[in-house]
């Protein structure tokens, strides 16, 4: 069973770089086995997928985020990290990282971290 | 605005079997498979359909999903409680390349 868990501060600075961290447990980033994606819920309203990478580092951005968002991967210590750049309100959100697997589904959740975007 | 259109909310009695419609396009339902999330106050998401119909384990039978062109439905039956939740469908779109959701279902249990 995989195991996702985000971490990150919950409050950022409007213009300046939301950064979150996904730890992984029970399963291995290297084995190439899912993609390891990013997906946020502002209050209130629905799912948006941020985007994704694999285990080699190829990623994809949604468009609507391509020029803001960075997703990275560190295999030593099995955690993926997504950094959003230039943030404004509309970027408060609860953010999840997930796994896409075999079932071409987002398979397993973190539990979420709420990010607000305030001064 | 989600690129995949369900409505707003739904509501049913105890026992009762309700139906969540998604509605998308060529570009994604149309040529790709759709999930099916639940999402219970307060907590993330879960994996309740894949594959247009099929249940992941500990699923009960209860929850079923059909596909036909470019839409796609959620069957719920004898309705429970327990089931009060939002409901996300998914699906790769081509044009767009990565996921997409409809606007989530909040499902009411009278």
């Known amino acids: 069973q995989v195991q996702l868990q985000e971490s990150g501060p919950g409050l950022v600075k409007p213009s300046q770089t939301l950064s979150l961290t996904c730890t992984v447990s029970g399963a291995s980033i290297r084995s190439g086995d899912y993609y390891w994606t990013w997906i946020r819920q502002p209050p209130e309203k629905g799912l948006e997928s941020i985007g994704y990478i694999d285990y080699s580092g190829s990623t994809y951005y949604t468009p609507s985020l391509n020029s803001r968002v960075t997703i990275s991967v560190d295999t030593s210590k099995n955690q993926f990290s997504l950094r959003l750049s230039s943030v404004t309100a509309a970027d408060t959100a609860v953010y999840y990282c997930?796994?896409?697997?075999?079932?071409?589904?987002?398979?397993?959740w973190g539990q979420g971290t709420m990010v607000t975007v305030s001064s | 605005q989600s690129v995949l259109t369900q409505p707003p909310s739904a509501s049913g009695t105890p026992g009762q079997r309700v139906t969540i419609s998604c509605s998308g396009s060529?570009?994604?339902?149309?040529?790709?498979?759709v999930n099916w999330y639940q999402q219970l106050p307060g907590t993330a998401p879960k994996l309740l359909i894949y594959?247009?119909?099929l249940r992941p384990s500990g699923v009960p039978d209860r929850f079923s999903g059909s596909k036909s062109g470019a839409s796609a439905s959620l069957a719920i039956s004898g309705l429970q409680s327990e089931d009060e939740a939002d409901y996300y469908c998914?699906?790769?779109?081509?044009?767009?390349?990565?996921?997409?959701f409809g606007g989530g279902t909040k499902l009411t249990v009278l």
């Open positions: 998914a699906a790769w779109d081509d044009s767009l390349n990565g996921v997409v």
């Open positions: 997930a796994t896409w697997g075999s079932r071409e589904a987002f398979d397993f």
């Open positions: 060529s570009s994604n339902i149309g040529s790709n498979t």
């Open positions: 594959s247009n119909n």
